[in-house]
């Protein structure tokens, strides 16, 4: 090593090599694999000069001085276009829209304000000390779920830190709002209630015996998911737990609800029928060949992402798939309904996968009718809001379609 150089990270490496790594479309640090936050290439004075002093010391020529002026520059959207957000340094955990902002949580710990129509980040919102899972918003507040175990609470005009509640011993991984009451499901395996109006806690819900994944509010009552194969139901104002929904054999990951029923997808490749007002399951829905990641549900079917890298179509009326979405060559991750289809105002699916891209399905054929391309990872979540898609990345970007 002649030339050393550091990058965002601060390791350091011989500048030709480097060069040539970040030429080949490497957006990473080859030590930790962190994304880089700039590609700038930085002298490490230090090291070059005891480069130098050895090389005197031992009769070895090196070059007095470093031409630098063929050396390519690299700028961070070289590879990218224009539609792809730039900013965290890993992994994005949730998206959500609020009027013409969109907001981003990460494993960098960081929540990114994004103006949607200049594409521009505005605000980092940094206070959590982990990486930051789930977001919620409600009235002019921003709620933030973190691996830290808290959660934050942010103004939306001031965009500042209102307060942070804490009390769950583990991480915060599903937020839901309700009749003015925060609910923050958390692997320490309790669902907490906080009071929107002086943000204080009014209960500790217990009896999931593993941690909580996620949640969802229908019919005065809120669904805890958990790896425990339960859900659990709760009252909204009473608090009271009205059932533990049995029956699933794997961890519960997903919940939607329709005006009728309460969908839970789970490990065990089904996905669970329950009837909201009986609280009865009223079909288990089989096909797919691995877990069900994620659920989403629109106005006449719910769709079901699963391992197995299909999407299936199921009728809310006869609750029986319709069809099978294949198109995915890896695990299906993230689903959204949102409007862009061939006709106006008409509705599509979108699907995220491992395989890093972003289907667009029309909800009318049930045929792809867009493939996006544009992230180096695996699309994680996706948002959909007044005709635009919003997809996180495990490589730290937001995406626009």
Not at 22 to 30: D, E, F, I, V, Y
């Given at each position: 090593?002649?030339?050393?150089?550091?990058?965002?990270?601060?390791?350091?490496?011989?500048?030709?090599?480097?060069?040539?790594?970040?030429?080949?479309?490497?957006?990473?640090?080859?030590?930790?694999?962190?994304?880089?936050?700039?590609?700038?290439?930085?002298?490490?004075h230090a090291l070059r000069n005891a480069i130098q002093e050895w090389a005197t010391a031992h009769g070895i020529s090196l070059p007095n001085h470093y031409d630098t002026t063929n050396q390519p520059t690299f700028k961070l959207d070289d590879h990218h276009p224009k539609n792809i957000l730039q900013g965290h340094e890993e992994i994005v955990w949730a998206v959500e829209v609020y009027g013409s902002r969109l907001f981003s949580a990460s494993a960098d710990k960081t929540i990114r304000v994004w103006d949607i129509d200049s594409r521009r980040c505005e605000h980092v919102l940094e206070d959590h000390t982990r990486p930051v899972l789930s977001l919620a918003i409600s009235g002019n507040r921003l709620y933030s779920g973190s691996y830290d175990f808290t959660i934050k609470v942010w103004d939306l005009n001031t965009l500042s830190r209102v307060k942070t509640l804490t009390g769950h011993t583990d991480a915060v991984r599903a937020l839901s709002v309700s009749d003015g009451r925060l609910f923050s499901g958390s692997y320490d395996g309790t669902v907490r209630v906080w009071d929107e109006a002086n943000l204080h806690c009014l209960e500790i819900l217990k009896g999931h015996n593993g941690p909580?994944?996620?949640?969802?509010?229908?019919?005065?009552?809120?669904?805890?998911?958990?790896?425990?194969?339960?859900?659990?139901?709760?009252?909204?104002?009473?608090?009271?737990?009205k059932a533990a929904l049995t029956g699933h054999t794997g961890a519960v990951r997903a919940l939607v609800a329709s005006p009728e029923y309460v969908f839970s997808g789970s490990d065990d490749t089904t996905i669970k029928v329950w009837d909201v007002r009986t609280l009865k399951c009223v079909r288990t829905l089989e096909g797919h060949e691995d877990n069900v990641r994620v659920l989403a549900v629109g106005d006449t079917h719910m769709f079901s992402g699963s391992w197995d890298k299909t999407i299936r179509v199921w009728d809310l009326r006869a609750l029986e798939c319709v069809k099978v979405l294949e198109g995915h060559s890896e695990a299906v991750l993230a689903l959204a309904v949102g409007e862009g289809g061939p006709q106006p105002h008409s509705k599509v699916l979108v699907s995220g996968s491992y395989d890093t891209t972003v289907r667009f399905w029309d909800l009318n054929t049930f045929r792809c009718v867009r493939k996006c391309d544009g992230h180096f990872d695996a699309v994680r979540v996706l948002a959909a809001h007044n005709g635009h898609v919003f997809s996180g990345s495990y490589d730290g970007t937001i995406g626009v379609w």
């Open positions: 090593m002649s030339d050393p150089v550091m990058v965002a990270t601060g390791h350091t490496y011989d500048r030709q090599c480097i060069a040539k790594w970040l030429a080949q479309g490497n957006r990473t640090c080859p030590v930790t694999g962190m994304r880089l936050r700039h590609l700038e290439l930085v002298p490490n909580v994944r996620t949640l969802v509010n229908c019919g005065g009552c809120m669904f805890s998911g958990s790896y425990d194969k339960t859900v659990r139901v709760w009252d909204v104002q009473t608090l009271e737990c």
